[in-house]
C-alpha cells in the first residue's frame, strides 16, 4: 500500500503516524519473541504460530486491497456483495464444531438456522443503527457499512455458536428432565424451556460482561482505532457507546432465533425427543 | 355398552415392531394389556421391556404396527391428553426444581383430565407419604420418596393407566415392596390401570395380576400371574423363571 494509495481512501488527521513497511517488520520481532519461547518451552505451537503470523499479513493486507477497491468504487451492490461474503463466513465458523453431534437435523440444518438467524438479527441491527442512529448516506457507503458489520456478525457469530452448543448439551444433560415433562402431556416448548432460558443466557453473558468492563478493563478496537487515528476520544467514546448497544441487539435476536429454532429440530412433531444421530 | 366398554382391552398392540439405529428392538409384538389389573413386563435384559412400555403414551412410536388405545390407535389423541391419561413414572425420578407441593402443581398446570385436579395433600397420602413433605424441597428427598413422589405427580392429571418403568430399580428391597403395595392398593381403590416393567420376578408374582413375558423383542408368554408362574406354557418362560428364582 503506497502512501498515496493511503491518502486517497482514508484522509487521516495530520499528526497519524504511518506505519511504514519498515515499521511492520520491526513489528514482527514480537512475533519471533512469541516463537522463541514457544519453542524454548516445548509448547509446540511455533509453526502455528508461524503459520499464523503469515496468514494475518497476507489475510489483512488482502483486506485491505479489496477494502480500498470496495471504498473507491463504492457501489451498492459491490457493498452488499461483502456483506453477503462476511455472512457466510461467519455462518461457516459458527456451525464448524468437529466432532459436534446435532439433534434430528444435521450441520446443514444448523447451518441454516444459525445463517439466516445471523441475517435477520445482523441485517436488522445494521439497518437500525446505519439509517436511523447514523443516518448514513448514501445508504450503502462502505466506510460505515462495512466496518459496523464485521463488529457485528462477529459477535453474533459467537452468540450463535454459543447459544446453539449450550442447547444442544442442555438437552442431552436434562435429558430426564425434558421427558418427565413431555411424560406429564407437556409441549416440547415447555418441556425444553430451561435448556432454552440456559442456552439463550449462555449466548448473552459475554453481551453483559462487555458492557460491565468496556472502558475500564480494555479500549475496545473500534475505538482505539480512532483515537490513533486521531479523532477527539470523546467522539470515540459516542460510537463505542452505539456499537455496544448494537452488540447487544444482535446477539439477543440471533440468539433468540437459533434457539427457538434450532429447538424444534430435537423434537418430532409428536412432541417426542428424538434420537440423537451422528452427523 | 359397559360390558363392551370392559372388554375392550386398555392397550392392544397390532404388529408392533420398532427400530433404533438399525438394531431391531421389538418384532411384530401383537398383545392385548387388560384394563382391570396390575400387568408386569417380564424379561431379561434387552428383551424390549421400557421400550415397550414408552410407546403406550408415545414418548416412542413405533417404526411399524399400530398401539390402541381404548380402542382407538393412539396417534388419534392429542399427544397432551393422551399423555395426562397414561401417566409415566420413570426408572430414575426426576423431580422438578422447588418443592414437592410445586411438583404437583407444575402437573395440574400442564393441564389435566375431567373433574378438576384431584387434592394434593390425599394424593399425597395416597402415595404413602406423610402430609407436610409437600414443603419441602423435592431434591432433598431419598430416592424412595422421590419415587413416591414422582407417581403422585403422576396422579394430578387424573391418570386412567400408570405406566411405571422398573420403579424400585434404584430401592431397597423394603422400600421397593412397600412402594409396590402402594400401587396395588392405588390400582384397587382407585380403579387405576398398571402396567410395570420389572426385573424382578419377586415383584411381578406378588404384585401383578397379569404377566407378559418378552425375550429379544418378542413377547413368548401373556396371562394370568398366577399361572404364568406355576404353569407356564412357555419352556423358555419357564426357564427364565427358574433361572431368576
Known amino acids: 500500500m503506497n502512501a498515496a494509495l493511503l491518502q486517497q481512501t482514508a484522509p487521516a488527521a495530520a499528526d497519524t503516524i504511518v506505519?511504514?513497511?519498515?515499521?511492520?517488520?520491526?513489528?514482527?520481532?514480537?512475533?519471533?519473541?512469541?516463537?522463541?519461547?514457544?519453542?524454548?518451552?516445548?509448547?509446540?505451537?511455533?509453526?502455528?504460530?508461524?503459520?499464523?503470523?503469515?496468514?494475518?499479513?497476507v489475510q489483512l493486507v488482502l483486506v485491505g486491497y479489496v477494502l480500498v477497491y470496495i471504498f473507491?468504487?463504492?457501489?451498492?451492490?459491490?457493498?452488499?456483495?461483502?456483506?453477503?461474503?462476511?455472512?457466510?463466513?461467519?455462518?461457516?465458523?459458527?456451525?464448524?464444531?468437529?466432532?459436534?453431534?446435532?439433534?434430528?437435523?444435521?450441520?446443514?440444518?444448523?447451518?441454516?438456522?444459525?445463517?439466516?438467524?445471523?441475517?435477520?438479527?445482523?441485517?436488522?441491527?445494521?439497518?437500525?443503527?446505519?439509517?436511523?442512529?447514523?443516518?448514513?448516506?448514501?445508504?450503502?457507503?462502505?466506510?460505515?457499512?462495512?466496518?459496523?458489520?464485521?463488529?457485528?456478525?462477529?459477535?453474533?457469530?459467537?452468540?450463535?455458536?454459543?447459544?446453539?452448543?449450550?442447547l444442544a448439551a442442555e438437552i442431552e444433560n436434562r435429558r430426564g428432565e425434558v421427558e418427565a415433562y413431555l411424560?406429564?402431556?407437556?409441549?416440547?416448548?415447555?418441556?425444553?424451556?430451561?435448556?432454552?432460558?440456559?442456552?439463550?443466557?449462555?449466548?448473552?453473558?459475554p453481551t453483559v460482561n462487555s458492557l460491565m468492563v468496556v472502558g475500564l478493563v480494555q479500549l475496545p478496537g473500534m475505538m482505539t482505532g480512532q483515537i490513533l487515528a486521531g479523532q477527539s476520544p470523546l467522539l470515540a467514546v459516542r460510537y463505542q457507546i452505539v456499537v455496544q448497544f448494537m452488540l447487544a441487539g444482535a446477539t439477543a435476536i440471533t440468539g433468540v432465533i437459533v434457539v427457538l429454532w434450532y429447538r424444534k429440530t430435537f423434537f418430532t412433531d409428536a412432541d417426542q425427543l428424538a434420537t440423537r444421530v451422528p452427523v | 355398552m359397559d360390558t363392551e366398554k370392559t372388554a375392550t382391552p386398555l392397550f392392544t398392540l397390532d404388529r408392533v415392531s420398532q427400530e433404533r439405529g438399525g438394531t431391531c428392538i421389538l418384532r411384530d409384538v401383537t398383545i392385548d394389556l387388560p384394563r382391570t389389573a396390575v400387568t408386569a413386563l417380564i424379561g431379561p435384559s434387552g428383551a424390549g421391556k421400557t421400550s415397550l412400555l414408552r410407546l403406550l403414551n408415545r414418548l416412542d412410536d413405533p417404526t411399524s404396527g399400530t398401539v390402541w388405545f381404548n380402542g382407538r390407535?393412539?396417534?388419534?389423541?392429542?399427544?397432551?391428553?393422551?399423555?395426562?391419561?397414561?401417566?409415566?413414572?420413570?426408572?430414575?425420578?426426576?423431580?422438578?426444581?422447588?418443592t414437592v407441593a410445586d411438583n404437583l402443581r407444575?402437573?395440574?398446570?400442564?393441564?389435566?383430565?375431567?373433574?378438576?385436579?384431584?387434592?394434593?395433600?390425599?394424593?399425597?397420602?395416597?402415595?404413602?407419604?406423610?402430609?407436610?413433605?409437600?414443603?419441602?424441597?423435592?431434591?432433598?428427598?431419598?430416592?424412595?420418596?422421590?419415587?413416591?413422589a414422582s407417581i403422585a405427580r403422576a396422579l394430578m392429571t387424573r391418570p386412567e393407566v400408570l405406566l411405571l418403568d422398573e420403579p424400585t430399580s434404584a430401592l431397597d428391597p423394603?422400600?421397593?415392596?412397600?412402594?409396590?403395595?402402594t400401587v396395588a392398593h392405588l390400582s384397587r381403590e382407585r380403579g387405576l390401570a398398571v402396567v410395570m416393567v420389572t426385573h424382578r420376578l419377586a415383584e411381578a408374582r406378588q404384585f401383578s395380576t397379569w404377566t407378559v413375558m418378552l425375550e429379544a423383542g418378542r413377547v413368548v408368554e401373556a396371562g394370568p400371574t398366577d399361572r404364568i408362574f406355576t404353569d407356564a406354557k412357555n419352556p423358555r418362560t419357564r426357564e427364565y423363571i427358574r433361572s431368576a428364582e
Open chain 1, 19 to 57: 506505519v511504514t513497511w519498515t515499521d511492520l517488520g520491526l513489528s514482527s520481532a514480537l512475533i519471533l519473541v512469541a516463537i522463541a519461547i514457544s519453542e524454548w518451552q516445548r509448547l509446540g505451537i511455533a509453526r502455528s504460530l508461524t503459520v499464523g503470523a503469515i496468514r494475518a499479513v
Open chain 1, 72 to 166: 473507491a468504487t463504492s457501489l451498492w451492490w459491490i457493498v452488499l456483495l461483502a456483506l453477503v461474503v462476511m455472512l457466510l463466513a461467519a455462518t461457516s465458523t459458527a456451525t464448524r464444531r468437529p466432532g459436534k453431534r446435532v439433534a434430528i437435523g444435521n450441520r446443514r440444518t444448523l447451518w441454516t438456522i444459525s445463517g439466516t438467524a445471523m441475517f435477520i438479527g445482523s441485517g436488522l441491527t445494521l439497518a437500525y443503527v446505519t439509517e436511523i442512529v447514523l443516518n448514513v448516506d448514501p445508504w450503502y457507503e462502505p466506510r460505515y457499512l462495512i466496518p459496523l458489520f464485521g463488529m457485528i456478525i462477529g459477535n453474533a457469530m459467537n452468540g450463535a455458536a454459543l447459544a446453539a452448543e449450550r
Open chain 1, 183 to 205: 411424560a406429564l402431556g407437556a409441549s416440547s416448548a415447555r418441556a425444553a424451556a430451561e435448556p432454552t432460558r440456559r442456552a439463550l443466557l449462555a449466548a448473552l453473558i
Open chain 2, 73 to 98: 390407535p393412539i396417534t388419534e389423541y392429542p399427544v397432551g391428553s393422551l399423555r395426562r391419561r397414561a401417566g409415566f413414572v420413570f426408572q430414575r425420578p426426576t423431580m422438578f426444581p422447588g
Open chain 2, 106 to 148: 407444575i402437573a395440574v398446570a400442564l393441564g389435566n383430565g375431567s373433574g378438576g385436579p384431584p387434592d394434593p395433600a390425599r394424593v399425597l397420602e395416597a402415595v404413602g407419604l406423610p402430609p407436610d413433605i409437600a414443603g419441602r424441597r423435592a431434591d432433598g428427598l431419598s430416592g424412595g420418596e422421590q419415587q413416591r
Open chain 2, 174 to 181: 423394603e422400600v421397593a415392596e412397600h412402594l409396590l403395595a
